[in-house]
């Protein structure tokens, strides 16, 4: 049994239960952070000493954190061939989309645009500066949106582990309200997502408890 702490509002904790729901594994989720607080006792920090979420724990194993770790740990225990392929060469390959949706995408969007939008209050928003963050976004999903146009995912005609790192941001960039560059190819693989069951369940939540008014 997989235990799991941390709010399902957080995004990388939702690409951890994204991920759980793909591979049909049981677990059990502890909310964590934000409104719920904890991150700062005693038995938390015996989890994780950074004090941040998701941590998992895989039955009497030590705990995980870090969101990209824990995601490559369930791929090598439960993901199959496709997810996550035996060979180094074509695991590689899905391991370098992962990082670059991890790096160049995610934080380029997390804090810059949505912690922005959505997270600061009305009055206190650069529009000039949330522009210029869309637009240096964008400028890195045009690489996807070149590479889906061959691919029905990230990576091939499967699901991997590449499509959860860049997948799970996607309903929040496109739910929030920004100009979005007309990327067609990455519009039509969100809302190939959007149909599978745990995208639904895991990734497409309300974040209305962050909202700043």
């Not at 993901?79 to 995610?106: M, S, T």
């Not at 009305?122 to 869309?134: L, N, R, S, T, Y």
């Not at 860049?166 to 309903?171: D, P, T, V």
Request: contains cysteine.
């Amino acid at each position: 049994m997989l235990t799991i702490w941390g709010r399902k509002t957080s995004s990388n904790v939702q690409a951890l239960m994204w991920c759980v729901g793909e591979l049909d594994l049981r677990c059990h989720r502890h909310d964590a952070g934000h409104r719920f607080g904890g991150l700062d006792t005693d038995a938390f920090r015996k989890l994780n000493p950074n004090g941040t979420i998701p941590v998992l724990q895989d039955g009497n194993n030590p705990p995980l954190w870090e969101t990209g770790a824990i995601l490559r740990y369930l791929a090598n225990a439960y993901g199959g061939n496709a997810f996550w392929p035996r060979d180094p060469v074509q695991r590689a390959e899905i391991d370098k989309w992962a990082e670059w949706a991890k790096i160049n995408v995610a934080m380029d969007f997390t804090v810059p645009v949505f912690w922005q939008v959505v997270r600061t209050a009305p009055a206190q928003q650069d529009q000039h500066a949330i522009e210029q963050a869309v637009a240096a976004l964008d400028s890195k999903l045009e690489l996807a949106d070149t590479r889906l146009s061959e691919n029905t995912y990230l990576c091939g005609s499967d699901l991997t582990l590449a499509d959860i790192q860049l997948g799970h941001i996607l309903y929040r960039y496109y739910d929030i309200g920004i100009s979005r560059a007309l990327l067609p190819n990455l519009r039509r693989y969100y809302e190939k997502l959007t149909e599978r069951r745990p995208y639904q369940e895991h990734v497409m939540l309300s974040y209305d408890e962050l909202r700043v008014t």
